[in-house]
């Protein structure tokens, strides 16, 4: 009785031992996920302020002809207009005749374009680019549609929404950020057509009237989203 007693406080010893080595391995085993969960809660930056730069610039993306591309490469000698967009937002579908429109009209000013997909998080599916390539296709595309890899340029830019647009005049200054037209959802009931005006008062060399608007549409679904 007395020898159990003594070895008693050693077992105990040892148990606390074993426990605290199996928390340390459990501790080190959920650390990874730890770290994953933040860097999905990292939040998205601020929107591009009207009269910034044009960043990332100089990152080659993708395109749906097989091409490397940047934002350099886009640009035209009387600016560059970005958007993001992608294959299947709803939003996206009802502006799909207004995106042919003022991608088409860009084009014949010599204004740039580049349609980014920044969908990350859904690029095994409906935004892969596969699926690029055949919506592209479908559309007519006589632009480039470029793979924002891991939303860089979406980060970048803090853009958020599918369809969003950035204008940036020849000197590469963001003159106008946000939605095409005042009525995402219905062509019928558009009153103003913010960025069709915008680029007309920037080929002018007017200053923008209206500079910010807000977009509508989905959001964009980066990596842990």
Request: hydrophobic residues 40%; charged residues 25%.
């Amino acid at each position: 009785m007395m020898q159990a007693a003594m070895n008693f406080p050693k077992k105990l010893l040892t148990f606390r031992v074993s426990r605290s080595k199996v928390m340390k391995k459990l501790l080190f085993a959920a650390m990874p996920l730890a770290i994953v969960a933040v860097l999905a809660l990292k939040p998205v930056p601020d929107p591009l302020p009207i009269g910034s730069d044009m960043p990332k610039a100089d990152v080659k993306m993708k395109t749906t002809d097989g091409k490397e591309i940047s934002l350099n490469d886009s640009k035209g000698k009387n600016g560059l207009l970005v958007m993001f967009s992608c294959n299947t937002c709803p939003y996206v579908i009802k502006n799909q005749a207004r995106t042919a429109e003022v991608c088409s009209f860009a084009s014949k000013k010599w204004i740039g374009v580049a349609v980014l997909n920044s969908n990350e998080g859904s690029r095994d599916g409906s935004d892969s680019f596969e699926e690029m390539q055949e919506y592209a296709k479908a559309q007519n595309y006589a632009w480039k549609y470029a793979v924002d890899k891991n939303s860089v340029l979406a980060d970048a830019f803090g853009a958020t929404r599918t369809p969003e647009v950035f204008l940036f005049d020849k000197a590469g200054k963001l003159v106008y950020h946000g939605a095409i037209d005042d009525n995402p959802s219905d062509a019928g009931s558009v009153n103003r057509k913010h960025l069709m005006v915008a680029m007309d008062e920037m080929l002018e060399g007017k200053d923008v009237s209206q500079k910010n608007s807000r977009s509508v549409g989905c959001g964009i679904k980066r990596l842990g989203d």
